[in-house]
């Protein structure tokens, strides 16, 4: 058996590092020197295409670290398949600055979008995996987890769908993501 608390700390550590890492391409190019405030200006808005990207990667990657730590289990260990698992999991995750700045370097050519939701599409479906292997988990987490993994599927297919129609705006599908708390919410309620 694995400490739990052991996984948790280097789970921590890759997210805090991912999600700081999404951001060093969303910056001003070093030969940039505004003679006025309004070329300034134009220069900031047209990191929107690098900063859409940084801003659903952290959120992802967000609701991803959110999810895992409210995914209740009695376990206080793990066994030696569940961590291979979450160690390709992972992978996957530090994988997302890269494929962040690739998409949002060329988020107007499909295959930097098949990138970025491959990537996205492969954290949920190893993520679906660890699901069904943790120890002891509460009904209701499970569905909520399962919920959320699916929505970011699905929501990755249809920007991949999007990208063969108009590649620029396909990025967009993946903003559905953000519905998940949403979804959490009104499904507990329901309850």
């Known amino acids: 058996m694995y400490p739990r608390t052991r ?14 890492l999404l951001v060093l391409d969303v910056r001003l190019p070093d030969d940039l020197h505004p003679r006025d405030a309004a070329e300034l200006l134009r220069a900031l808005f047209g990191l ?7 801003v659903i990667s952290f959120g992802v990657l967000g609701l991803r670290w959110l999810r895992g ?60 995996r660890l699901v069904a292997l943790v120890p002891r988990v509460e009904p209701g987490d499970l569905l909520d987890h399962q919920v959320s993994l699916i929505l970011m599927i699905l929501s990755s297919v ?16 993946l903003v559905l993501n953000f519905a998940s708390p949403a979804i959490k919410s009104r499904r507990r309620k329901l309850s």
């Open 158 to 173: 249809l920007a991949i769908s999007l990208s063969f129609v108009n590649p620029s705006q396909a990025l967009w599908a």
């Open 48 to 54: 929107m295409p690098k900063f859409l990207p940084y």
């Open 69 to 128: 730590i409210e995914l209740r289990s009695d376990g206080e260990g793990f066994g030696r398949e569940y961590v291979y698992w979450w160690l390709l999991y992972l992978l996957l995750i530090t994988c997302v600055p890269f494929s962040a700045i690739v998409v949002g370097r060329f988020a107007n050519l499909a295959p930097a979008i098949w990138l970025y939701a491959g990537n996205i599409i492969l954290i949920s479906a190893v993520g679906l």
């Open 7 to 20: 996984l948790d700390a280097l789970t921590d550590g890759i997210f805090a590092v991912a999600m700081t």
